[in-house]
């Protein structure tokens, strides 16, 4: 059984930073993990993903340039630096782990239970 926890939501202004953090238990070494988030009223979206053999990465083209997924094993850790925040990034932030990286959120076994990030104007 894997459990995903988040850390490091919260408020920050426009054109801040926000590094958010999922700890792992279990065998997440072996997963893919991904990043998601849903805004009011929306569905949930992707966000990025980081492959768990090449630690190959991908992102929506929204966070592009913006957002950096990383890893490290050895803490069962994976992390979204968000830099360039804009409103339209409020929303709660999940951590999420799968046998592959991939867009759709049904590609994901295991989900923690999210993180609030608001950017204000």
Do not use: H
């Amino acid at each position: 059984q894997v459990q995903l926890e988040e850390f490091g939501g919260g408020l920050v202004q426009a054109g801040g930073s926000l590094r958010l953090s999922c700890a792992g238990s279990g065998r997440t070494r072996r997963l893919a993990m991904g990043w998601f988030r849903q805004a009011p009223g929306k569905e949930r979206e992707f966000v990025a993903a980081i492959d768990w053999i090449d630690w190959r990465t991908d992102y929506a083209d929204s966070v592009k340039g913006r957002f950096t997924i990383s890893r490290d094993n050895a803490k069962n850790t994976v992390y979204l630096q968000m830099s360039s925040l804009k409103p339209e990034d409020t929303a709660v932030y999940y951590c999420a782990a799968g046998p592959y990286s991939s867009w759709p959120p049904s590609a994901y076994d295991y989900w923690g239970q999210g993180t609030q990030v608001t950017v204000s104007s």
